[in-house]
């Protein structure tokens, strides 16, 4: 297992909201990385699967928010 803090951390929707990820956690080639994610309204940290996350807008690239993914929990 690896673990990185991301420096800066990166903008991102989860299905539990907006947040920041601030550490992601590589476990090899048989699971994906799991990012540990501020959320910005409840200031919980959760943990999220990659295949739960999105990128956050970006007014610079003209990107749209996206829609939040849907929980496979």
């Keep these: 297992?690896?673990?990185l803090q991301l420096n800066p951390p990166i903008f991102c929707v989860t299905p539990k909201?907006?947040?920041m990820?601030?550490?992601v956690f590589d476990y090899g080639p048989d699971m994906n990385p799991v990012f540990l994610v501020e959320l910005n309204e409840?200031?919980?940290?959760?943990?999220?699967d990659m295949i739960d996350m999105r990128g956050?807008?970006?007014?610079?690239?003209?990107l749209d928010h996206p829609e939040p993914p849907e929980s496979r929990a």
């Design 1 to 3: 297992m690896i673990g």
């Design 17 to 19: 909201g907006d947040g």
């Design 21 to 23: 990820a601030r550490i």
């Design 42 to 48: 409840s200031r919980e940290w959760l943990c999220f």
């Design 56 to 62: 956050s807008a970006n007014a610079m690239w003209n």
